[in-house]
């Protein structure tokens, strides 16, 4: 996941994940430990847009050394 934006102005952003910030434009790497809501903030003199997303990770591993089914 990344977060950026664009506009002209440039906007100023602030990014999150469960409320802790992040550095904008760096990707997070997304595995289980990452699961979370991601927040995208970006204001600039002409207003404010934020996004969010809620990253959920599933995995299906039975344990074995060959994985599923074998």
Do not use: I, M
């Amino acid at each position: 996941l990344r977060c950026w934006a664009r506009g002209n102005p440039p906007p100023h952003l602030e990014c999150a994940k469960d409320g802790k910030p992040f550095p904008a434009g760096v990707p997070q790497l997304v595995t289980r430990t990452p699961a979370g809501t991601y927040r995208c903030q970006a204001t600039n003199t002409l207003g404010t847009a934020v996004r969010s997303v809620t990253v959920l990770v599933h995995c299906e591993w039975d344990g074995g050394l060959g994985g599923p089914g074998v």
